[in-house]
């Protein structure tokens, strides 16, 4: 069984490993079921590249979270990297 401090510092590795070095941020926990697997869920930010908006788009404010966010599927029992999918955030 692995505790939160593993799951983040797991999902941290996994995010440079994937994704390339980037300054990552702890966001969210939760822990939850995920395909009958007991899971830690583990949010991070990181900067979303936004060279490659169009000009229209940042006029019209379409960039205006400059965060991405990444949720990390970590099994609880053996710390495996289950899943990875991209956390859309509600607009307020």
């Known amino acids: 069984m692995i505790d939160v401090k593993q799951a983040v510092q797991i999902a941290k590795e996994k995010a440079v490993d994937m994704l390339g070095p980037a300054r990552y941020n702890l966001e969210e ?35 205006d979270d400059p965060l991405q966010y990444k949720r990390f599927l970590i099994d609880a029992e053996t710390g495996e990297l289950l899943a990875m999918k991209l956390r859309e955030v509600a607009s307020q």
């Open 29 to 63: 926990i939760e822990r939850e079921a995920y395909r009958s697997r007991d899971v830690w869920s583990i949010t991070l930010s990181l900067p979303k590249d936004l060279a490659h908006l169009s000009t229209v788009a940042k006029l019209y404010g379409l960039s």
